[in-house]
């Protein structure tokens, strides 16, 4: 770690250093001072020793909108660099962590996934007392500060920060917003890579505590990259189907009747009566096909009061639906989804390579592998490979949880892709609106898609035709008046259709390859979770 | 209306009028026929009566994507037009009228907002039956229909289509989807214009039967149009601030407690506890700017138990919300927050011409002006305005409805712009997060946003200071022990911010100049609808 140069002339029309620029800006700060609430106890000054200090450091008052500083040009962290050396700059950042020592303070400050050390040293010429370097070192871990600083390039670069060629020199440190002094945890210790234990230490921050306390949580690198690559997957997935011609659609989450047959539906109070939170928005989708809107999406809240606790279940999550009417054969909505996951795959891997690189950084994984166009498997294939495999699964069941599993380890070996397709379900595992396939009675026109070897879409042609439906419904027990408006929609002229629902979290999940849904949730909904 | 040629030579490589393709198709149609399930009745026929159109029309069987004419090639209703003249084409559509008179058969076909006209004339040369003009004659409608056909340039327009310089000539016509013989609504009556009662006949399609049958009502062109313009104004929402820098999150649905105090919030039975729907996403936002994310937006529904059943209330809405961390200043805020509204308003004008002149054309309306960038008023020059207009409110009270609307047109008038910005609310009338003037003790950084008189927007700075937080929310009176999570959130160091809260139909409405914000909810919810 090495300090450079910083007794240097600043960069042109920066007059601040000079005596009597600081003289007075002393005076200003002293007076704001005054009034100015103290959150960090003052530094201690004998009775007569004159902080030379004064004005270039303490607590702002709570930014108000006063109008003060307006034209104060900051500059992100991020973009600090070689370019900026001898500058002078504006920075807002968090203090991760800052030591006094003598007469030097070494701190780190973070923005984002950004971090740069900062130096304050006693150095009379620059009106830098003791008392400032003692009150850097004093400021609470996490808290925001605003610093004046020269950028100096660095000899050898620092290790322990994302921008080691450069350090900041500090003139004026200002603490904007303190936090606690106690933490619930350190950012560097929930930011530690799950490999990274030389020591042994064991330093870990479980689950509940991360979640429990998710602000401080959030502010990890892998956080911040993980909650960005997300936002990448919505727009790459509505973009992409934009581009394609499909309309956006918002469908209530308010519904009367429990879309599924009733299982596993949170209740609302509805004023004077009562109504579900819906499991899909399937229904409102192919309502939107009947009213001729060809080619829909619509991304939102879908709720499961499933009572699971398992690393891939939430109560509630974003799903990525669509829906498409087609001409002929189903394969062409198939062939749609298919394409549209690959883009995003490809669209995070060309536009999000340094935040899958951070994520790497705290959980490392294999980078997510997948085929242009991507592997289509028919199930009696699938059947075929787990029985080769060892694992006999009859031909009318569904997989099991450790089948997919296996089932994708088996696709990766062969195929080299993580994410497959796998279509022509046995229609006695689906739902009742399930197409049969019309070429045997035992298949259906339905399909999952995987990655790693988790379900991560189910989709189906649904049946457009409201007497085949009852038929369907009634082979299935279902109790017909309670579906009776869903079969009605049909009745008014429905093209064929197809489509499914994509559970983003999961998505994100795994392609990252992390092990737990709730790390692609930001706040996580589960059975013993509903905070914050 | 005027038939032209339609016994000419068929665009090469198109062999189907040909007397021995005709046969042979004759023959495998013959053989599908008997397959296909009649849903309409077949035609009546002498014992004796040979029907020469055998296989060139009739009901297929339901598509169960059989693999079946896969390669046959579609052409939307919008590409036809008079560079298509003499060409065979399959189009795939709605029939929205059809009536057979003696030899003839006259059809509207419609495809989303485009309608052309379809004739089907007895012609023994072209195997054109009389029997197959009935056939289509009977067919109930809004039930989709496969046709093939010759575009035939028309030699005057025909004026009650989109398309009028084209028509098709019927070769083939197939029932792919029937609707049901009678219908709750009819679409034309549905689309017709406010204005448009000649004869003063009074048919009017009423609010309640439109959403009751809303698969229905949705085919309108004005609502096809309504729904694209909507789907717009998210993606130029999202994409103005993607562009910025902005990261989108989403927030959770079911809260633990009810965000602002507890009135109007449903209640959600959660396992064995219960919980709530969230109201707005407003402290999820807030956390994700003390979780370092700066600038972030959502989109999702919002929900609010308010039993009111005015034009401009819904019970769950969609919201675009934002929250922004900035440096000095809550107009950093604003003024992004009004120009991402100017962008979608100039993007709406710009990529939705023809969207907007096709609801114009049922609902008509002045076009919607505004300023760039917009025009921003203080609240006591709203006050001064409306007291030179006779109307006298409280320097401290809110604006009422009527006032609101009363300011639209005065604004208008004087500036001429729909939409405004009212900044400095007094502080008596908002939320207690909100921050105080600094310069005014009975004033407040805060503001609303106004289409047509009508607010869309609210927001404000927030206060991030946790005591000074617990200072104004027990000067409301509020129970801090309820908002303790809330408020210990800014313990952890959290910069300035503010943002605000969108209703995405509200801006639809109004932008459109509708009356009724049911026009612009795909599935409205209200006190007193839930279904479909």
Request: aromatic share 8%; proline share 5%; charged share 25%.
């Amino acid at each position: 770690m090495v300090l450079s140069e910083v007794n240097q002339p600043p960069a042109e029309g920066d007059a601040a250093t000079s005596k009597k620029a600081a003289k007075k800006a002393a005076k200003a700060a002293e007076k704001q001072q005054k009034k100015a609430e103290h959150k960090v106890s003052a530094p201690e000054s004998g009775i007569l020793e004159i902080d030379i200090s004064e004005g270039k450091y303490g607590n702002i008052k709570m930014i108000q909108s006063t109008g003060e500083h307006r034209d104060r040009v900051y500059t992100d962290v991020k973009d600090l660099g070689v370019h900026l050396d001898r500058k002078f700059v504006w920075v807002r950042a968090r203090l991760q962590t800052s030591r006094a020592k003598g007469k030097q303070c070494f701190a780190v400050l973070r923005q984002n996934s950004s971090t740069i050390q900062l130096i304050v040293s006693v150095n009379e010429e620059l009106y830098i007392s003791k008392q400032m370097v003692k009150f850097t070192g004093n400021i609470p871990k996490e808290s925001i500060v605003d610093v004046r600083a020269v950028v100096v390039a660095t000899a050898s670069p620092v290790q322990a920060c994302s921008l080691g060629e450069v350090e900041l020199s500090a003139r004026e440190v200002w603490l904007v917003s303190p936090a606690r002094a106690q933490l619930p945890l350190l950012v560097e210790d929930a930011a530690r890579p799950e490999t990274d234990d030389p020591e042994g230490l064991k330093i870990r921050v479980n689950q509940d505590t991360r979640l429990d306390n998710r602000v401080l949580d959030l502010r990890t690198p892998a956080n911040q990259a993980i909650f960005r690559i997300e936002a990448g997957v919505c727009r790459l997935f509505r973009d992409h189907l934009t581009r394609r011609g499909f309309v956006e659609i918002h469908t209530p989450k308010i519904i009367s009747a429990a879309s599924e047959g009733g299982a596993n539906v949170f209740t609302v109070s509805y004023f004077k009566s009562s109504a579900y939170l819906a499991q899909s928005p399937q229904l409102y989708k192919q309502m939107a096909i009947a009213a001729d809107f060809d080619k829909v999406f619509t991304v939102g809240a879908v709720f499961r009061a499933e009572d699971s606790n398992t690393h891939r279940h939430l109560t509630e999550f974003v799903g990525l639906d669509l829906e498409m009417s087609f001409k002929q054969h189903y394969h062409e909505v198939l062939d749609t989804i298919g394409q549209t996951l690959t883009d995003i795959f490809r669209g995070l891997q060309e536009e999000f390579e340094n935040e899958i690189a951070t994520v790497a950084q705290q959980y490392p994984v294999a980078p997510f592998k997948f085929l242009e166009p991507p592997l289509r498997l028919e199930f009696p294939r699938a059947i075929q490979m787990l029985k080769e495999a060892g694992v006999t699964v009859g031909e009318e069941d569904d997989l099991s949880t450790p089948d997919e599993k296996l089932l994708g380890r088996l696709v990766k070996a062969k195929y080299e892709t993580d994410f497959f397709i796998l279509d022509k379900y046995p229609l006695a595992v689906r739902p009742f609106y399930t197409m049969p396939d019309p070429n045997n009675p035992k298949a259906s026109n339905s399909y999952d898609m995987f990655m790693r070897g988790e379900e991560i879409l189910s989709g189906a042609q649904r049946i457009h035709d409201p007497d085949f439906l009852t038929e369907r419904a009634k082979h299935h027990g279902i109790d017909i008046s309670k579906i009776a408006a869903y079969i009605e929609s049909f009745r008014l002229g429905c093209p064929p259709h197809a489509g499914g629902g994509i559970g983003m979290e999961r998505v994100v999940m795994l392609f990252l390859g992390l092990d737990n849904i709730r790390k692609t949730s930001m706040f996580p909904r589960d059975p013993k979770r509903v905070t914050p």
